[in-house]
């Protein structure tokens, strides 16, 4: 049974147009982290939460936000989107102990036309 | 300056040859993890590392992680097409996870 669940696996959106990204997670796990994936590269960390506390990485443009509503829920909102944000969205959760391991979804697939 | 170094940044072989993929750092690190991502998904943990010289057996991939806990390495004997992937390390800095740049392997039958 998947334990950390994105939806939509696929999402194309307009230029511009605000989108919304969820992800959802059983493992009842502290760290919730949203990275960005472009082809062939490595996950790039956009912003994390332990617990309630937010993280934003210096480098997160302001058109991203976050959103952790409870444990289980982590949105990703992107509210002007450009051409330069399509890319895929992963979403990945860990208990909070050093060195534990990191459970993530299968990714949002974000094309923006 | 990139936290992880990872090479080579790709790597393409035939079927049954043998390979080393590395991830370097200036940095000591407690614990290290290697990941393995197929096309559309997310990365998938394989091993984490975390005594100094350790290595770890996981069927064909061997996993090192140096003496002085700033490198390791992924030896794969034998690569198979179903080894065809994103390789990614990893570690808790800072407290949050942090990646290498990844190796993109190809393995052609």
């Known amino acids: 049974d998947a334990m950390v669940i994105q939806n939509p696996r696929y999402q194309v959106t307009q230029f511009g147009k605000p989108v919304t990204l969820s992800c959802s997670q059983t493992l009842n796990h502290n760290v919730m982290y949203w990275y960005q994936q472009k082809s062939s590269q490595a996950p790039k960390l956009l912003f994390h939460?332990?617990?309630?506390?937010?993280?934003n990485e210096a480098d997160t443009p302001d058109n991203f936000q976050s959103r952790r509503p409870n444990t289980s829920f982590c949105f990703l909102d992107i509210r002007s989107p450009g051409l330069g944000d399509t890319a895929m969205y992963l979403c990945?959760?860990?208990?909070?102990?050093?060195?534990?391991?990191?459970?993530f979804g299968q990714g949002t697939r974000l094309t923006v036309v | 300056t990139q936290l992880l170094e990872q090479s080579p940044q790709f790597l393409s072989i035939q079927e049954g040859e043998n390979l080393t993929v590395y991830c370097n750092s200036s940095s000591v690190f407690s614990s290290l993890q290697w990941y393995r991502q197929e096309p559309g998904e997310g990365p998938v943990l394989l091993v984490t590392v975390v005594t100094g010289g350790e290595v770890k057996k996981l069927k064909r991939l061997t996993f090192q992680f140096g003496d002085a806990r700033k490198d390791s390495s992924l030896h794969i004997t034998a690569a198979q097409p179903g080894d065809t992937g994103l390789y990614l390390c990893?570690?808790?800095?800072?407290?949050?996870?942090?990646f290498g740049a990844g190796t993109i392997l190809r393995v052609k039958s």
């Open positions: 990945a959760t860990v208990r909070g102990i050093m060195g534990t391991e990191a459970f």
């Open positions: 939460y332990y617990d309630k506390d937010f993280n």
């Open positions: 990893a570690v808790e800095y800072g407290n949050k996870l942090v």
